[in-house]
Structure formats: C-alpha cells, structure tokens
C-alpha cells in the first residue's frame, strides 16, 4: 500500500486563486447577502464611503455566530456538514464569503452578534502574503468599536456584519476611485433588487437607509395583457423542478409602473429567455441557454425555471452561483414545457371571433379573422363613441362611421411593427394625460347622455381602458359629476 503524504497548501497562492474567481462587484456582494438570507434575516442593511477610509459593510440581523462558528465560517472551504438542505439555505461551497469578499478586497472583516456578545475577525492579504501562512486577526474590543456600522450591530440581538477595505482592484483600474466605488455600489444595489426580487415581501434590504425598488421580471400582476403559461413540473432523481412561461405585454403598451418593476431596461426584448432560479435566488437570465428557441417570435417570452438545491451538481452550478448549465438530459423535458404553454396560448388568442380584453372597453379590439388574418378594429361600444352617438343625427352618425373606418383602414402598421422592432418608443399614449382632463372628459360624456341613462353611464366610463386609472378616485368623482342625480 502506498504511502500517503500530508501536504499544507501555500496560503499566498491559494488566496490569489480564490481572488481570481471571477467574481463582478455586484455577484460578490449578492454572495454576501446570500449569507444573510441563510442566517434567516429579515433586514439587510448596505452601507458605504469612497472618501478618507473607503469601506463597504452589509448588516443583517440574521441568527449571528458563535466563536466556534466564526472561526469556521472564515475557514476557506468552511464545513457545512450540518447545513440542512432547506429553502432558505443559499450556500453551497463554504467559499463564498471569502472568495467574493477577496475578488474586491485585500481585506474583509467579519463581526458576528450571538448570545449578547459580539467578535471578530479578518482576513488581510498583505500579512498572509507576508508569512505565506493562513493567519487570521482576531480583533479586540477596541478594533471592534472601531468598525463601521458596529453600532447598529450593537443594536441588534443576533446579526452579522461584513466589511470590506482596502480595495486594491478598483484602485489599480479606476481613473477616480470616488466615482468608480460609488458607480460599483448604484450598479450593485440594481443586480440585487433583480436578483433577490422574490424576497422582496419577506426580507427588507436597504442601501444607505433607503429599501431597495420592487421588481418583477415577469410582470404577473399586469392580467390580460401579460399572459402566464401553464405550469410544468419535471421529475429529475426524486427532485422537482418547476417550469412557468410568460409572456410580456407589447414594450410600447407598458405604465411607467411596469416599466420599474422590469427595472427601466433600454429595451425589454434584450433580457428574453430563461430565469433561473435556485431556492427563489435569480442565478441567471437574458439567455436562452443555447437551446436555439431565439426568435422574434420570442422576444416577449419569459421562462422561470425553478431548481432545488439538491440538484446543483446536475446543473453544473459554479462557485459565483451566477451561471448555470441546463443539464442535456432535461434539455428536451423543459422545451417541451415551453412549447406546450406557447401552443396553448396561440390556441386561445386564435380562437374564432374572441377579442384580447383585459377591460370591458378597450379602445381597439382584436379580431382574428383566421388563416393567419388579425382585423383591429376601434370598440365603438367604448362610452365616448357611444355618447357622441347619440348626441348626433342620422347624416352625422353617417360621417362618424367614415371616420373611424377610415383610422381603421389606414391603421400605419407597418411603421409601428418597424418602430417597435428598433426599441423606439411610441409617445401616443393616455399617460401624459393630467387626472383632471380626464375627469372633464367624464363631465363631457355624460353631458351628452340622456338623464336616465348617466348613472349607468357612469359605471361603464370606469370600465373603459382610458379610465381605468382613476378608479381609485371613483367616488370622489361621482360626487362631483353627478352631483344633481
């Protein structure tokens, strides 16, 4: 039987490769919060300063560490025997807190809260390169009171806060360390709204004591216009993984509040494609994952793809959790998901003379006049058209006719179609419109209408698409509109 030797790895060269990971600022603080997630927090807070002593710190209030804890969370390959597989459990590797902290940093320090007393230590690179042996500081009282944000760790029953310094990369690369530190941390703060979007109700992340924006990148609260596939469930070794397809509203039809919740993309085609999701945490997205679906026809799709963590080996999940291979095995289960929701939902828009509404009165209507033939046509049960209607005589009911006709006929498709392709943005649209001329509008309509029929009148303006807006005022504009009923 051969002998076997016991090596120690050189710590200098082991720090460099975990420095060369390939970690963006914004993947590594997410791997921060990660961590925080898994200690069960419900707040995180981010703070930071490019000026005197540059510094980036996240604060959670999560379960903290024990000495014995620490120690082996500053353990590059830290042991996680007794981390039970578990939605909230976002770790994989034991490396992430130090590789992403040390791809931004010489030195990182980690302070934990638990049973009412708080320690520390740190990493720093120019003593370990120094003696080329893995020698961490343990701090002392007097360290730790001099540590930023330490105070609202102090606050706090249990937490963690990790903090970073001595950011030789961004120095070495940044024509102004200032400007460049505080672009990293504004890019920083949108990868996690994205990325952490579906703990947005749960967990509370702040930067500098402002909550981060909500996100969806699927818009499923946008009904009618944005349409939601059938579920999948895929049955991969005991594990499920979970398939929902959607598909986005037309860029050019989306409220200035659907644009933030997508995160006011230059344009919404460029992110199609699948997002991959482990435990609810975004691994990736904006990538059809070389299945060859890219189409124009997809340019509005939407994947979500969810994946428990005991199939990361079989999607070859790295280090970053940033990237992800679709294993070929599954390849053609989950496109045979997506193709049946696509097939479905084609089958519902085409179905003979039924009209997307996602109102009771839309201005246009959609008609599908089948092989492959759409009519748009204005609504002209919409309550202006059918107020004006009666206030018109016979010859001039004749000429409204013509006119809308003609809008119809002359619809300038084409340069829409075109428009849209090349992420132009159309302005036609009733978001420019004031609350006040549209309820003038309102006043003038159902001046128009005879008194016994206002009342309903009333009802159906607030069911018209270019009113929808101010149903919340509805009352309030009952009483000033039909105050003499």
């Keep these: 039987m051969s002998d076997l030797v016991e090596r120690q790895f050189p710590a200098k060269a082991l720090m460099t ?9 914004s993947s590594a603080v997410a791997d921060i919060i990660d961590n925080s997630i898994s200690a069960n927090a419900s707040e995180i807070n981010i703070f ?13 209030n999560g379960c903290g560490m024990s000495a014995k804890e ?20 976002l770790g994989r590797f034991g490396l992430g807190l130090k590789s992403a902290s ?27 390169d ?11 009282s007097e360290e730790i009171n001099a540590l930023p944000s330490i105070h609202n760790l102090a606050e706090y029953e249990t937490g963690t806060l990790v903090v970073w310094t001595k950011f030789d990369k961004i120095e070495n690369l940044a024509k102004n360390f200032e400007d460049s530190f505080r672009r990293l941390v504004a890019e920083s703060k949108k990868h996690t709204e994205l990325v952490f979007h579906r703990y947005y109700k749960t967990i509370q992340i702040y930067y500098h004591g402002k909550r981060i ?24 070794d005991g594990a499920i993984i979970t398939v929902i397809p959607y598909t986005l509203p037309f860029a050019n039809t989306l409220t200035p509040e659907e644009k933030a919740l997508l995160g006011n993309p230059k344009s919404i085609y460029d992110e199609q494609g699948f997002y991959l999701y482990r435990n609810r945490r975004l691994i990736s997205w904006g990538s059809w994952m070389h299945m060859g679906i890219r189409s124009e026809l997809n340019k509005l799709a939407r994947i979500q793809v ?26 053609d289960m989950i496109k045979m998901a997506v193709d049946d929701s696509v097939i479905r939902s084609k089958r519902t828009t085409r179905f003979p003379g039924t009209k997307e509404q996602s109102v009771a009165f839309k201005v246009w209507d959609r008609i599908n006049e089948h092989d492959g033939k759409i009519r748009y046509q204005i609504n002209r049960d919409t309550p202006s058209i059918v107020a004006l209607n009666e206030a018109l005589g016979q010859a001039e009911k004749k000429l409204l006719d013509i006119a809308l006709s003609q809008i119809e006929c002359y619809l300038p498709k084409y340069s829409i179609t075109n428009d849209s392709m090349d992420a132009l943005t159309i302005i036609n649209s009733g978001a420019d419109y004031e609350d006040e001329q549209l309820i003038q509008e309102i006043e003038a309509i159902l001046a128009f209408c005879d008194p016994g029929k206002r009342k309903k009148m009333f009802e159906d303006v607030f069911m018209a698409e270019a009113y929808q807006r101010l149903l919340k005022h509805k009352e309030e504009i009952r009483k000033r509109v039909l105050s003499d009923d």
């Design 130 to 140: 120094k003696e080329n042996r893995l020698l961490l500081k343990v701090l002392n």
């Design 70 to 89: 620490l120690d082996n969370a500053m353990l590059p390959g830290s042991d996680r025997s007794g981390k039970a597989e578990c939605e909230q459990e």
């Design 306 to 331: 969810d994946i428990p963590s005991a199939l990361d080996s079989v999607w070859m999940l790295d280090v970053k959790k940033s990237s992800a291979k679709i294993p070929d095995k599954i390849k």
């Design 213 to 236: 924006e909500k996100r969806d990148p699927f818009l499923v609260d946008s009904i009618g216009r944005q349409q939601t596939g059938r579920k999948s469930e895929i049955n991969v």
């Design 102 to 128: 040390l791809s931004q940093c010489r030195e990182f320090t980690v302070a934990s809260k638990k049973f009412g007393k708080i320690r520390a230590m740190s990493f720093d690179l120019d003593v370990i």
């Design 48 to 60: 930071s300063d490019p000026l005197s002593d540059p510094y980036f710190c996240v604060l959670d």
């Design 17 to 25: 490769g975990l420095r060369a990971i390939g970690y963006s600022f």
